[in-house]
């Protein structure tokens, strides 16, 4: 358990921020008829090549797309909600064409107060999309709960990596 701001205002804001540095970023953002607290995006390619850029081995782009939602008390209701869009409206923002590798379908939830069933459907939340049979790469969920009065913050497993990256900027 660790001391998280207690405005979520102020905790949404400094993650948006964080991200500013290397993503993207927009606040607040809408999107398929959804309002959040932000967005940020992130692309990064990789590629191997022989002598020019014309001979090229293997490519592979990997992408991130972070949704930041904010509100009073989540349920698992709600994070069900919020769940389902990321698994069919957001996927949208996922392009399969050629060298795609991966891509992440991130959202991050700062509540004041979280049901503990809430915290139970973060943890079990899994999606994974391939595309032509992972040939042109896949999409994975990455989910982020954050309780600030709990001062907990609880992931998906592939989320994990965000746990420590949430607690640094919240708590500095």
Same mark, same amino acid.
């Given at each position: 358990m660790t001391h998280l701001p207690e405005n979520r205002d102020i905790a949404t804001?400094?993650? &948006?921020?964080?991200?500013a540095a290397h993503y993207d970023v927009t606040s607040p953002y809408e999107f398929s008829g959804r309002a959040f607290?932000?967005?940020?995006?992130? *692309?990064?390619?990789?590629?191997?090549?022989?002598?020019?850029?014309?001979?090229?081995?293997?490519?592979? %782009?990997?992408?991130?797309?972070?949704? +930041?939602?904010?509100?009073?008390?989540?349920?698992? &209701?709600?994070?069900? %909600?919020?769940?389902? +869009?990321?698994?069919?409206?957001?996927l949208e923002k996922v392009v399969p064409?050629? %060298? *795609?590798?991966?891509?992440?379908? $991130?959202? &991050?939830?700062?509540?004041? $107060?979280?049901?503990r069933d809430a915290c139970n459907l973060a943890r079990r939340a899994? +999606?994974?999309k391939n595309f032509?049979?992972?040939m042109r790469g896949w999409a994975d969920l990455r989910l982020a709960l954050v309780d600030l009065e709990? %001062?907990? $913050? $609880?992931?998906?497993?592939l989320g994990k990596p965000l746990h420590a990256v949430i607690e640094r900027i919240l708590m500095h």
């Open positions: 804001k400094r993650l &948006i921020d964080a991200h607290e932000g967005y940020a995006e992130h *692309h990064a390619d990789a590629g191997g090549y022989v002598l020019t850029e014309r001979a090229k081995l293997w490519d592979a %782009g990997t992408h991130d797309y972070v949704f +930041f939602a904010s509100c009073a008390h989540a349920t698992a &209701i709600h994070l069900a %909600g919020l769940v389902e +869009f990321m698994k069919t409206d957001a064409e050629q %060298g *795609h590798m991966t891509s992440y379908l $991130t959202l &991050i939830v700062v509540a004041d $107060t979280v049901d899994r +999606f994974r032509k049979l992972g709990r %001062g907990e $913050t $609880t992931t998906n497993n």
